[in-house]
T-cell receptor
Framework: AQTVTQSQPEMSVQEAETVTLSCTYD???????LFWYKQPPSRQMILVIR??????QNATENRFSVNFQKAAKSFSLKISDSQLGDAAMYFC????????????FGKGTLLTVNP | KAGVTQTPRYLIKTRGQQVTLSCSPI?????VSWYQQTPGQGLQFLFE???????NKGNFPGRFSGRQFSNSRSEMNVSTLELGDSALYLC??????????????FGPGTRLLVL
């Protein structure tokens, strides 16, 4: 069974600074996908970024980028130039590349952005 | 394109009652997955439907059931409600043809409170 671990229950960052959220996972699969989702107080789960395991290049989406270390099974999220609107719960998630539609989530990291 | 919609957004029930939640996927998406989010257990996969058939199922008791209609809208039902069923119920949709390769897009959730 796959597991996803987020070791930082809470993080804080100053506006305009950079913050990195950590995530590790455990799987025996070779074909899988990793995601970071953001859940603001409105509770809507919003996709931040996605990484395919077969791609060596780290995914980036504007101010968001990941550091994907496949051998170490590590998938961290870097948020640059943090904005007040980035404050939210961030979830790391895993899914294998088969016909299973089950996302496995970490417990989440609550990010606070200080003005 | 309209996003995933869920109704109702909030619901209060008493123990022993049953409840039905509804989810309409993004237009053109035929797969709907359901998740339960609680502070204690985090996000857990309930089940996934495609073309009116349940394809994947999580580890929940039989009190939790679902169905999908020909227009891809899905409902989930919880019978004989327990206090522990209080949670945010999220649904997510994908096209449903490529398994884990597809990104799941979430609705705003239904918050259920069982008294």
């Amino acid at each position: 069974a796959q597991t996803v671990t987020q070791s930082q229950p809470e993080m804080s960052v100053q506006e305009a600074e950079t913050v990195t959220l950590s995530c590790t996972y455990d799987t025996s699969e070779s074909d899988y996908y990793l995601f970071w989702y953001k859940q603001p107080p409105s509770r809507q789960m919003i996709l931040v970024i996605r990484q395919e395991a077969y791609k060596q290049q780290n995914a980036t989406e504007n101010r968001f980028s990941v550091n994907f270390q496949k051998a170490a099974k590590s998938f961290s999220l870097k948020i640059s130039d943090s904005q007040l609107g980035d404050a939210a719960m961030y979830f790391c998630a895993f899914i294998d590349g088969g016909s299973n539609y089950k996302l496995t989530f970490g417990k989440g990291t609550l990010l606070t952005v200080n003005p | 394109k309209a996003g995933v919609t869920q109704t109702p957004r909030y619901l209060i029930k008493t123990r022993g009652q049953q409840v039905t939640l509804s989810c309409s996927p993004i237009s053109g998406h035929r797969s709907v997955s359901w998740y339960q989010q609680t502070p204690g257990q985090g996000l857990q996969f309930l089940f996934e439907y495609f073309s009116e058939t349940q394809r994947n199922k999580g580890n929940f008791p039989g009190r939790f059931s679902g169905r999908q209609f020909s227009n891809s809208r899905s409902e989930m039902n919880v019978s004989t409600l327990e206090l522990g069923d209080s949670a945010l119920y999220l649904c997510a949709s994908t096209k449903g043809s490529s398994g884990g390769r597809e990104t799941q897009y979430f609705g705003p959730g239904t918050r259920l409170l069982v008294l």
